[in-house]
């Protein structure tokens, strides 16, 4: 009869308790119970796509919800960067970010809601892809050198497209003539690197400078041929393409992929979307798609994901320097 009673109390003070528990505290431990935004800041057909797919579709096995991709393009990638940042801190919008919209966009572009890595939440660095160099397959231009000659002898002549203004091919495209003394005139595009490849294949422009992921359908049709990959060593993906590490301007930028959610979010969902992107990024299946589709494994969660955006701040303010004396 003793134990009956005791085992009433128990039950009345834990229903109590949970009674007067807050609501958002008993959401934050019960997350994720409806679907997942994820906003790509990029136009489909470009790079980021396929990235921002699989690592979706591996949250939604982690999770057991389902997670919606939605493509929210434009102003540089910094309208859908800005969505993210600016959302309800509750697990529920997530989105994919970049080296160049969160971390050289707010040293240009005034009033955007974030100013640096401390202004979101970052969640884990996916990978880094480098920039390759594509021409029409019947240009004129069989390599990387008589390109960039040609750059040299007709300043601001040649133009190659880029998936928007300061996107990071574009700012490849800006280092290599900061080091070179070339003058490449970069085309940005609104509609992301499916736009920037077709405007180099229909004539509009010289060049592109873009990802592999979105351009390799084009290259193994024998539509393009890739002078250059902005990387210091062979391109496993495309091993014909010049290493920019092999020329005397080394110093390339190659895109980082990571993701990131607004600040805020309750201890309970941040710890859940942590381990639960730690788990995809070391995963088998993950490694062997970014090999398969060009891009490099270099995984970093949290405050490491955090430090190395904060690090390319001074190499973003010397290409910005480069720009406004060049004018």
Request: aromatic share 10%; hydrophobic share 40%.
């Amino acid at each position: 009869m003793r134990f009956q009673l005791n085992f009433r109390r128990m039950a009345w003070v834990s229903l109590a308790l949970l009674a007067v528990a807050p609501p958002q505290a008993r959401a934050a431990d019960e997350w994720p119970t409806r679907d997942i935004t994820f906003y790509v800041p990029y136009a489909p057909g470009g790079s980021t796509d396929p990235i921002s797919r699989k690592y979706s579709e591996l949250l939604e096995k982690q999770l057991k919800v389902k997670v919606i991709v939605e493509n929210k393009p434009g102003a540089s990638a910094t309208i859908g960067t800005g969505a993210v940042i600016r959302a309800q801190p509750d697990g529920y919008t997530i989105g994919l970010g970049s080296t160049s919209s969160l971390a050289y966009q707010p040293l240009e572009m005034k009033g955007l809601v974030w100013k640096s890595a401390s202004d979101y939440q970052s969640i884990v660095k996916l990978s880094d892809l480098p920039a390759i160099l594509a021409v029409p397959a019947d240009a004129r231009w069989k390599t990387f050198e008589e390109f960039v000659a040609e750059a040299k002898e007709k300043p601001r002549k040649l133009k190659v497209s880029v998936s928007g203004l300061r996107s990071a091919n574009d700012i490849n495209i800006q280092q290599l003539n900061k080091l070179s003394g070339a003058r490449i005139v970069t085309v940005p595009f609104t509609g992301g690197g499916g736009e920037s490849t077709l405007a180099a294949l229909g004539g509009r422009v010289d060049g592109t400078c873009g990802y592999a992921p979105g351009m390799k359908g084009q290259i193994d049709a024998g539509k393009l041929r890739v002078l250059a990959v902005f990387q210091q060593g062979k391109y496993d993906l495309i091993p014909d393409a010049k290493p920019i590490g092999e020329t005397p301007w080394k110093e390339t930028f190659p895109v980082g992929y990571y993701v990131i959610a607004p600040n805020g979010l309750p201890k309970p969902v941040l710890d859940k979307l942590m381990a639960a992107s730690k788990t995809i990024v070391e995963s088998d299946e993950f490694k062997s798609f970014l090999k398969a589709n060009g891009y490099t494994w270099d995984p970093k969660l949290g405050d490491d994901m955090k430090k190395e955006l904060e690090a390319y701040d001074g190499k973003f303010r010397a290409i910005l320097k480069f720009l406004d004396d060049d004018k």
